[in-house]
Every structure is written in C-alpha cells, then in structure tokens.
C-alpha cells in the first residue's frame, strides 16, 4: 500500500468505452475521479451520484463502489492523495476539467495540486430509500436494518433486493463495509484502544472487527496500530 505523499503516477487518464456496469471493486488508496467528457454513475460508500464534464468523485482509501456508464465513452482522469488524505465532502467539481487535462499531460503533479486548489462542494442529488438506507448506514454503524424498513413501510425482502440492485451488495454487507473502514480510520487515528472502537463502531467484540478489518483492509487492526505509531 502506498504511502507516500502521492502514488508514482499522481494523475492517470481512464479511458472507458462501451461497457455499461463495471462491478463493485475497492481501491486501497484516497484518489479523485475528474470526468473529462461522458458521464456515468457512481454508487459506493460514500452515495450514489451521477457526474458529467467537471463532476469529481472522492474516493477514500478502501472504499468500495461500482459504475454504471451512462454514455458510449468517457474519459476520466484520477488523481491520486496521501493514503490518509480524505476531502470531506463525496462530491465535487471544477469549472475548468480542460486545464486540468492539460497540465496533467505536462506536470501530473501541478494537475493534481490545480483540481485540489479549485475544486469546490456539489450539490447533492434527490435521494431516494435506497440512497436513504446507504446514508443511515453511514451515519449510525449500530442501525438495524429491520428496523429501518418497518420505519419506511417496506419489506426486508423488498429492502435487500431493492438495495442490492442500486448498491451491488446486501444492505448486510455494505453495513460491514461500513464499520470495517470507520475502525480502520479510528485504528490509524490512534485515539482509542481497540475494544472501545470494536464497540464504538457496531461489533459484536473485538474478534469481529479484526476479521471485518483484515477483509476490508488486508490487514489486522494491530498492524495498523503499530505502523501509525
């Protein structure tokens, strides 16, 4: 895993044509996707959002997500951060993608620092019940889900199916995904010890996290702990 201050290619272009769904997937460092042309939608950790021309993405590090190409082709240039490096908001945008292209074909890095320098907050879309569930699962690690959908007047059954079909993946298994990467963050933080962010983020004891961890990270808590410190 890479960290230092950038990955040794800072800024690459991605160019997609023809494919329509590229699955769930996880990349193990903080990165932004800047649309250069096309559009696509995007439905991860973090939300479901559709970006054009300008639209960034931020990506933390082990986040997961999949893509929906919503037009023929698209180019996409993706900007590598620090591992650690996370910018608050999930998504962005730059009046000027053009530049950005240009001067990531001459000094990846100036790209890089240019679209960090520019980029501002997006107005987030309408959400929906799927986009309503991924949001009450970010913010409350310990939300149970039958719970949540007898509040809104659904089946579970229509909930599991219904989410997995925006999400990819079980409302079970994006919860997990969920806790797996808040402990890793608490881990490298370094401010609590372990059992209490086991508890803190929604697991049964300290086992579990370690298991949900090492599946979403590679690696055990305790390895983490011990690089930050």
Known sequence: MNTSCFSPVPCQLQHQHGAKLVPRHRHDASYLALVLSGSHE???DRGR???SA???VVHGAFEAHLNRYLSASSLILNISLH???EPAAALMQIDD???AARLAERDPR?????????????PLPMADWPDQLAAALAQDPHLRLQSWARAHGLADATVSRGF???????PSAYRAQLRGRLAWRRIVAGEQCLPDIAIDCGFADQSHMTRTVCAVTG???????NEVK
């Open 97 to 99: 993608p053009d530049r």
């Open 42 to 44: 995007e439905a991860g």
């Open 49 to 51: 959002f559709q970006v």
């Open 219 to 225: 690696r055990p808590p305790g390895a983490w702990r």
């Open 164 to 170: 997995r079909k925006v999400f990819g993946v079980s």
């Open 54 to 56: 300008g639209g960034i």
């Open 83 to 85: 591992t650690w490096q």
């Open 110 to 122: 100036a790209a890089a620092a240019f679209v960090l320098s520019t980029m501002r907050a997006a």
